[in-house]
C-alpha cells in the first residue's frame, strides 16, 4: 500500500477530515443505540429508526449527483460539516436544557445526517480523482477504505468510554467537535473547481441536468452493466448478511462475544484486502481483479452452507469446527469483497468523467441503498421457512451466474486506457 500517499497535503487533510468526522458519526450510531435499547427495551423501535432515515435518504440521493457535479465540491464538505456539527449541537443543547432525547427527537436528527451524508459520500468519491494520479486510484481507494476500517474498530470503544463517562449528552458534544475540525481542515483544501461552478444553476437547468445524467448513463451499457451488477451482489450478499447471525444465534447457538469475534474477522478480512488489493491491482487489470474476486466471494458464499448442514449440525463434537469454519470464509469472503469494492471505486473513477461522477456514483449508491431493506425483508422470511443450506446455495449459484452473464464488460474496464477513450460500449 502506498502510504506515500499520506504525504501529500491534499489527500491527507481529506482523509484526516473524514475520519474524523466518521468516528464520531460511528460513535454516536452506536451511543444511540445503546440509548434507545436501554429506554425502550424495543429492537423493534431501534430498527424503525434505521428505516425511518432510509426514506429519505432514497428520494434525495438521485438528485445529489447533480449537486456534487455543479458546485465546488471543497465548499459542499465543508458545508456539509458544518451543517452536521450545527446540528448535533442544536439537539446536545436540546438534550441538556430538557434532560431527555425523545424518540421523535431521535428519527429527526438521524433523518438530517443521513440526508447530509447522502451528499457527503459522493462528494468524497468525486474528489479523489481529482487530487490523486490516475495510477494512484486504487491505492488511495484502499487507504480511504483502511481509515474507514479502522474508524469502524475503534468508534464503540471510544462511544462505550464517553458514553458510560459523560452520557448521550457527552456522545454529542464530541461529535458536534469532529464535525467541526473536520470543517477546518477541509478548508486547507485545493481542489480544481468544477468546470459547471462557474454558471448559474436554476430550476430549469438543475432538471436538464439530471436528465442528461440518466442520459449519459443510459447510453454507457458498460456503467449500466455495472450498476446492474452491483445491485443483484448487494440483493444476493444479504444471505451473508443476515444468515451469519441466523447461523450464529440460531444454529450454532454461540454466545453473543462469540458472534461479536465472527463479525470482527469480517472487519479484518477488510483490513487485509486494503494492504493486497495494490499487489493485484499491479498484477491483473482492474476489470479482471472486479471478476476473480467477486467470483472467489460468491463461491465462498456457499461454504456457509456446509456451515449449515443438518447432519453436521446434529453432532454436537462438531460444533466447534463448524464455528471456526465459519470464521475463516467470513475472513476470506470479507478479504475478496473489500478488494472488490475498492476496485470498483476505482473503476467508477476511472471510467466515468468527472462532470458526471457525481451522477453515476449517486445513482450506485441508490441502487444498492434499494437492494439492501429488500434484501433483508426477503432473507429474513426465507431463513424462516427454507434450508439454510439451500439458501445459501441459491445465493452463491445466483451470484456465479450474474458474474459469468456480466463477465465481458468487467474485463472490459482498464484503469491504463487513454483517457479520451476511459468508456467502451459493449455491444
Given at each position: 500500500m502506498k502510504f506515500n500517499l499520506l504525504k501529500e497535503k491534499n489527500f491527507s487533510l481529506l482523509m484526516f477530515g473524514k475520519i474524523t468526522s466518521l468516528i464520531g458519526s460511528y460513535?454516536?450510531?452506536f451511543?444511540?443505540?445503546?440509548?434507545?435499547?436501554s429506554t425502550t427495551g424495543s429492537a423493534t423501535k431501534f430498527a424503525s429508526i434505521l428505516a425511518v432515515s432510509l426514506i429519505p435518504t432514497l428520494i434525495v440521493s438521485p438528485i445529489s449527483g447533480v449537486i456534487v457535479d455543479w458546485f465546488y465540491r471543497k465548499?459542499?464538505?465543508i458545508f456539509l460539516d458544518l451543517a452536521s456539527g450545527i446540528a448535533v449541537s442544536i439537539f446536545a443543547i436540546i438534550y441538556f436544557i430538557t434532560g431527555e432525547m425523545s424518540l421523535i427527537n431521535i428519527y429527526i436528527l438521524v433523518i438530517i445526517l443521513s440526508l447530509i451524508s447522502t451528499l457527503d459520500n459522493p462528494t468524497l468519491q468525486t474528489i479523489i480523482p481529482t487530487i490523486t494520479k490516475k495510477e494512484d486510484l486504487v491505492e488511495a481507494n484502499a487507504l480511504n477504505s483502511l481509515l474507514m476500517a479502522i474508524g469502524n474498530i475503534i468508534s464503540p470503544a471510544i462511544?462505550?468510554?464517553v458514553y458510560g463517562s459523560f452520557g448521550l449528552e457527552g456522545v454529542f458534544i464530541v461529535n458536534a467537535i469532529s464535525f467541526y475540525i473536520s470543517a477546518i481542515s477541509e478548508v486547507f483544501l485545493v481542489?480544481?473547481?468544477?468546470?459547471?461552478?462557474?454558471e448559474k444553476l436554476s430550476f430549469s437547468k438543475f432538471t436538464s441536468e439530471f436528465k442528461a445524467g440518466i442520459s449519459f448513463i443510459l447510453k454507457k451499457r458498460d456503467i449500466i452493466n455495472i450498476v446492474s451488477l452491483a445491485v443483484i451482489?448487494?440483493?444476493?450478499?444479504?444471505?451473508?448478511s443476515i444468515g451469519s447471525a441466523y447461523i450464529c444465534k440460531i444454529i450454532l447457538k454461540v454466545s453473543d462475544f462469540q458472534y461479536g469475534i465472527v463479525d470482527t474477522f469480517g472487519v479484518i478480512g477488510m483490513i487485509i484486502s486494503t494492504f493486497i488489493v495494490g499487489w493485484?491491482?499491479?498484477?491483473y487489470s482492474l476489470g479482471k481483479n472486479l471478476y476473480i474476486n467477486l467470483m472467489i466471494a460468491s463461491v465462498l458464499l456457499a461454504g456457509y452452507a456446509i456451515v449449515a448442514l443438518k447432519p453436521l449440525i446434529a453432532n454436537e463434537n462438531l460444533t466447534f469446527y463448524l464455528y471456526i469454519l465459519m470464521l475463516i470464509i467470513t475472513l476470506f469472503m470479507c478479504l475478496f469483497i473489500g478488494i472488490s469494492n475498492t476496485c470498483l471505486n476505482a473503476g467508477m473513477q476511472s471510467i466515468v468523467p468527472l462532470e458526471f461522477l457525481g451522477r453515476v456514483y449517486t445513482v450506485v449508491s441508490t441502487g444498492c441503498m434499494i437492494a439492501s431493506p429488500l434484501s433483508s425483508m426477503v432473507y429474513g422470511y426465507l431463513f424462516d421457512k427454507v434450508s439454510v443450506s439451500s439458501i445459501f446455495l441459491i445465493s452463491s449459484g445466483a451470484m456465479i451466474i450474474a458474474m459469468l452473464l456480466f463477465k465481458k464488460s468487467?474485463?472490459?474496464?482498464?484503469?491504463e486506457k487513454d483517457e479520451n477513450e476511459v468508456l467502451i460500449d459493449i455491444q
Open positions: 460513535m454516536q450510531s451511543a444511540l443505540s445503546l440509548f434507545v435499547l465548499n459542499i464538505l462511544a462505550a468510554l481542489i480544481p473547481k468544477n468546470i459547471k461552478s462557474k451482489l448487494n440483493f444476493a450478499f444479504g444471505s451473508f493485484f491491482s499491479k498484477k468487467l474485463l472490459a474496464i482498464n484503469l
